[in-house]
């Protein structure tokens, strides 16, 4: 196995990691969560794993659990792919954060931070290889943003 793909895994490793640290973990609470709050977290990890199982199935045999691209595949930059260049990053996210700010728990939301600079980290990689493999990466990083949609105001 070369250095990328161990390198590859061993973030996948941390970010399994940090996940079941910011579902189990709890600790002191920071503040007291709404009777509201465990319903609406439920609904927005729901919307959030779905966009990220989207982002999966949009993949297709290019999907791979490592940041290393795969040889086979093309670059997608519709569906999904044309609202966020990490849809799949973005899901895990917003679910992860809905559960653990919902909770209030002091564990859970550094674990859920430290994912956000895993996942900051772990694209920029990602994308420094995808670069070199579909030369075309470097003018769709430019009109889509990594994470977070844009919303755009449509013009009359």
């Known amino acids: ?19 079941a640290g910011a579902v189990v973990l709890s600790g002191p609470q920071v503040w007291n969560s709404p009777a509201w709050a465990p319903a609406a977290a439920t609904a927005l990890a729901v919307a959030a794993l779905v966009l990220a ?10 999907a791979t659990a490592t ?11 519709d569906g999904v792919y044309g609202l966020v260049r990490h849809p799949i990053y973005t899901g895990v996210l917003a679910a992860v ?3 653990a700010l ?3 728990a002091a564990l859970r939301i550094v674990c ?5 600079v895993l996942f900051v980290v772990k694209s920029r990689w ?13 003018a769709y990083c430019a009109t889509t943003p990594p994470f977070i949609p844009r919303w755009r105001r449509s013009r009359p």
């Open 1 to 19: 196995m070369g250095r990328k793909p161990l390198i590859g895994w061993s973030v996948v490793g941390v970010q399994f990691l940090l996940i």
């Open 53 to 62: 199982v989207v982002g999966v199935l949009g993949l297709g045999k290019a």
């Open 67 to 77: 940041p290393v691209p795969r040889e086979v595949g093309d670059l997608r930059t």
């Open 97 to 99: 954060g809905a559960w």
């Open 102 to 104: 919902a909770s209030g």
């Open 112 to 116: 859920w931070l430290l994912l956000v």
């Open 126 to 138: 990602e994308e420094r290889m995808l670069v070199e493999k579909f030369p075309a990466y470097a």
